[in-house]
């Protein structure tokens, strides 16, 4: 394994599973100072022990990403360094279509996928400023390039991620901060049962064609690479793209 991240400190959320947790066992795996973010502490604390068991050491934080609380606990176990930030953290809709969406289930979805990643990265680039360099990586979804595969509130919140990733980009690239994301199909993650039961019923009869040209699943180790290819120097040139990560099945 290379030491790609050496001495970098590097916040994940997300990370007490799937992606999340796959991208901070190999970002600490090349060099790096890990902050996990999650909001079940039983993910964390056992992340923490199998970090442990391997004589490596990460800092865990655990809360939910809306709170400004939570935010500023990642800061604090942070410190004044911030190299590395994924935004991994997401949940899903259940499929609901918009004339069977209530005010709450869309407010929780655009608050987890959107404006949590918005407040937590604008926390982060202060400190990048300082420093005059940074990267941040935002875990975004096929459901950002098109509709078709999703409810219309976990559609929209992907959507917006794409502009804020591109606007992060365009507004700071200049002072060396990059940012991009990585737009994953099918992954073999947890992501249905965190999130809202299956309620769409309609919704998945009538994705049914598109759901069903999915290309395979994806192991969450492979998003992780793409993630950290971005996060790291060697996409030195990358900022403001949004990389596929399904088997071409946006491109199908």
């Known amino acids: 394994m290379s030491a790609r991240f050496a ?3 590097g916040i994940i959320t997300g990370a007490g599973s799937g992606i999340g947790k796959a991208t ?10 890990g902050i996990a973010v999650d909001i079940s502490e039983q993910r964390l604390t ?18 939910d990403l809306t ?8 800061m604090n ?3 004044e360094k911030i190299d590395v930030l994924i935004n991994n953290a997401g949940i899903m809709d259940g499929f609901v279509p918009l004339d069977e969406l209530d005010d709450e289930l869309w407010d929780r979805v655009i608050a987890v996928n959107l404006t949590s990643v918005m407040k ?7 400190r990048m400023l300082l420093q005059g360099k940074g990267s941040i990586v935002t875990t975004s979804s096929g459901a950002s390039f098109k509709s078709g595969i999703a ?8 959507h917006g991620l794409n502009g804020l990733i591109k606007s992060i980009a365009t507004i700071y690239g200049s002072r060396g901060i990059r940012s991009n994301g990585v737009a994953p199909g099918g992954t073999k993650t947890n992501i249905m049962d965190m999130s809202q039961p299956i309620r769409g019923q309609k919704t998945m009869e009538l994705l049914g064609v598109n759901l069903a ?11 992780a690479a793409c993630l950290l290819f971005l996060a790291s120097n060697d996409a030195s040139n990358v900022n403001g793209a949004i990389l596929a990560s399904d088997s071409g099945w946006v491109a199908k």
């Open 151 to 158: 409810g219309t509130a976990y559609t929209t919140s992907k």
């Open 24 to 33: 901070i066992e190999r970002f600490v795996a090349e060099g790096g100072i």
């Open 213 to 223: 040209n999915a290309s395979r699943t994806a192991e969450p180790e492979e998003v």
């Open 7 to 9: 001495g970098q400190v």
């Open 46 to 63: 056992q992340l923490e022990q199998e970090f442990h068991a391997r004589n490596q050491l990460i800092k865990c934080v655990s809360g």
């Open 120 to 126: 937590l990265s604008r926390e982060v680039i202060k």
């Open 77 to 79: 176990a942070a410190g």
């Open 67 to 74: 709170s400004a609380a939570t935010i500023n606990q990642i």
